[in-house]
């Protein structure tokens, strides 16, 4: 079942729901001063809407994202992490997603349900 997308300009985050698993995927650039504002109640609900599934929050069709967008990204994985039974975060390996891929990866190692991976498209 597919949910609402969630837009921010030019930046969309959509939601697949299959029995108890869940597809988070990130498309598009995001380049707002403060997406928090917009994406963190947006991004709460989502969380509600997964919990006790296993998701996978795919960022390998994100071609930018500015040091802004951080914050909420790492929200969003540390309440899925508290919510749900498994955690796969993938990204890209390739280019400046290789850096918060490496990041992700050191955070990861103290949440309990995270895994991060990268892979070639």
């Given at each position: 079942?597919?949910?609402?997308?969630?837009?921010?300009?030019?930046?969309?985050?959509?939601?697949?729901?299959?029995?108890?698993?869940?597809?988070?995927?990130?498309?598009?650039?995001?380049?707002?001063?403060?997406?928090?504002?917009?994406?963190?109640?947006?991004?709460?609900?989502?969380?509600?809407?997964?919990?006790?599934?296993d998701?996978?929050?795919?960022?390998?069709?994100?071609?930018?994202m500015?040091s802004?967008?951080?914050?909420?990204?790492?929200?969003?994985?540390?309440?899925?992490?508290t919510?749900?039974?498994s955690?796969?975060?993938?990204?890209?390996?390739a280019?400046?997603?290789?850096?918060?891929?490496?990041?992700?990866?050191?955070?990861?190692?103290t949440?309990?349900?995270?895994?991060?991976?990268?892979?070639?498209?």
């Amino acid at each position: 079942m597919k949910d609402a997308d969630i837009q921010l300009d030019t930046l969309t985050i959509s939601v697949v729901r299959i029995a108890t698993g869940a597809t988070i995927m990130w498309k598009g650039t995001s380049d707002s001063r403060s997406p928090g504002a917009t994406l963190n109640p947006a991004l709460e609900r989502l969380v509600q809407s997964v919990e006790n599934f296993d998701v996978t929050v795919d960022f390998t069709e994100l071609e930018y994202m500015n040091s802004a967008t951080v914050a909420p990204m790492m929200e969003l994985i540390r309440k899925l992490d508290t919510s749900c039974k498994s955690v796969r975060v993938v990204f890209l390996d390739a280019g400046w997603q290789c850096t918060h891929s490496r990041c992700m990866s050191a955070i990861a190692r103290t949440l309990k349900h995270v895994n991060v991976e990268s892979t070639r498209k």
